[in-house]
């Protein structure tokens, strides 16, 4: 009478493929995991470019001038603007005779955007003199093209070309933004 059980081949065979369908698995399940970080990841990276250009494009709409020059001097990677000081109130603060003004600067440095606020002390931006905030990272280029309402007058207004890029599982991930703004009292 013969004992039932597997011979040394039968059980190698069995392994083998046991091998074979564990290997499939877990590749697929990398390919997945891989798809999930780099689909996330553009997400988050769309959101935050999104927002910056978003409130770039507020403060130049909220502007009452874009100078030449500010502490630095404007080029296709400073954007200077200067805004309406305002108090507490929500109420414009005037010196007598003019307007008072708020200055924020972005400036590229590196893949960093910043923001530097340079305000009237009596403005509610005071809070923030001096800070220098990375607005953005990752940005691969950008330019600020400024815009003339005639030749020989002021800007109006800014157009934002910008591209970011972050590699992520052997994945570049590019975000391409195109946008303008024509700042207050102009449009």
């Known amino acids: 009478m013969r004992k039932k059980g597997l011979t040394l081949v039968e059980l190698l065979i069995s392994i083998v493929i046991l091998g074979i369908?564990?290997?499939?698995?877990?590749?697929?399940?990398?390919?997945a995991i891989k798809n999930y970080q780099v689909s996330s990841t553009q997400a988050v990276l769309q959101r935050e470019t999104n927002l910056a250009v978003d409130n770039i494009t507020r403060?130049?709409?909220?502007?009452?001038?874009?100078?030449?020059?500010?502490?630095?001097?404007?080029?296709?990677?400073?954007?200077?603007?200067?805004?309406?000081?305002?108090?507490?109130?929500?109420?414009?603060?005037?010196?007598?005779?003019?307007?008072e003004k708020d200055y924020i600067t972005y400036s590229l440095d590196g893949t960093n955007l910043h923001k530097t606020v340079s305000a009237n002390l009596s403005s509610t931006r005071s809070q923030k003199n001096g800070t220098d905030k990375i607005v953005l990272s990752n940005i691969s280029s950008l330019e600020f093209t400024y815009i003339l309402n005639s030749p020989g007058m002021e800007t109006t207004q800014v157009n934002l070309q910008m591209t970011v890029s972050k590699t992520v599982s052997n994945t570049t991930i590019l975000i391409d933004i195109d946008n303008s703004a024509i700042k207050r009292n102009y449009e």
Do not use: C, H
């Not at 369908?21 to 390919?31: E, G, K």
């Open 21 to 31: 369908i564990f290997s499939a698995t877990a590749s697929l399940f990398s390919v």
């Open 59 to 99: 403060e130049i709409k909220q502007s009452i001038e874009i100078p030449e020059n500010y502490v630095v001097g404007r080029s296709p990677t400073v954007l200077i603007l200067a805004l309406p000081s305002i108090d507490e109130n929500e109420n414009f603060i005037y010196d007598g005779s003019s307007l």
